[in-house]
């Protein structure tokens, strides 16, 4: 049966998929052109044709996935209710469950792009638009007078930066930390950052509705990259 003709959009939407799913399956390390290939039944002059090195084709494939994430993002922040509900909300889903097959491979991304320029590109623009977000909603909250915050920016590097390293002892250290100590610090640490106890922000954001879940099998530094935590109570 002949293969129906796609679009270059079409295509390179079809290859970028397939790249995510052999990511998730191989590591971006041992991920190949020919692997991309083979999972679509096409030459790998074709996938080169759209993506002339791997190097490139693996930081497309991340950034697709990232925009998946963050427009899910912006609809959990744009949801009306209070800035604090939203600012939890958010901080949960992103925080690692400790067993999510995206978050190895996003930490893996990571060390590959010390050395891959494109793939350090895609990790820093992802970086800086998800603190770019936190901080909007922290200012939003202070603007209403919800909490303290004398330096939203701050904070939004400073809670990212533990929710990354918490990333890193639950999955690559198995048992150094369990999920529930991890989310009780970040707790700790979100209402020390907007100047609230604890009891105060448990119970400000108590019957908060649960977050849109990570898409199903999800991993990314978008949802089908790195799957982050569903709990948002």
Not at 134 to 139: G, M, P, R
């Amino acid at each position: 049966m002949a293969r129906v003709r796609l679009s270059v959009a079409e295509r390179r939407e079809e290859l970028l998929r397939a790249a995510i799913g052999q990511i998730e399956a191989r590591g971006v390390a041992a991920v190949r052109i020919a692997d991309v290939a083979a999972a679509l039944g096409v030459s790998n002059a074709l996938v080169l044709y759209h993506f002339s090195t791997k190097e490139k084709l693996v930081a497309a494939a991340f950034a697709h996935a990232a925009e998946d994430d963050l427009a899910r993002l912006r609809k959990l922040l744009g949801r009306r209710t209070t800035a604090l509900r939203r600012l939890r909300s958010a901080v949960r889903w992103y925080a690692p469950t400790g067993q999510a097959k995206g978050w190895r491979l996003w930490i893996e991304g990571w060390a590959v792009a010390l050395r891959e320029p494109a793939l350090r590109e895609v990790a820093r623009d992802l970086d800086r638009a998800w603190k770019a977000a936190l901080t909007e909603v922290i200012a939003e909250g202070v603007a209403a007078r919800e909490f303290h915050c004398p330096d939203p920016s701050g904070t939004a590097l400073r809670l990212t930066a533990l929710l990354d390293g918490l990333a890193v002892q639950l999955t690559s250290y198995g048992g150094t930390l369990s999920r529930t100590r991890a989310q009780v610090w970040v707790d700790e640490a979100l209402a020390r950052e907007l100047c609230l106890s604890p009891e105060t922000l448990s119970t400000r954001t108590r019957r908060e509705p649960p977050a849109e879940p990570p898409a199903e099998g999800g991993a990314g530094p978008g949802a089908r990259l790195r799957t982050r935590g569903q709990d948002t109570s």
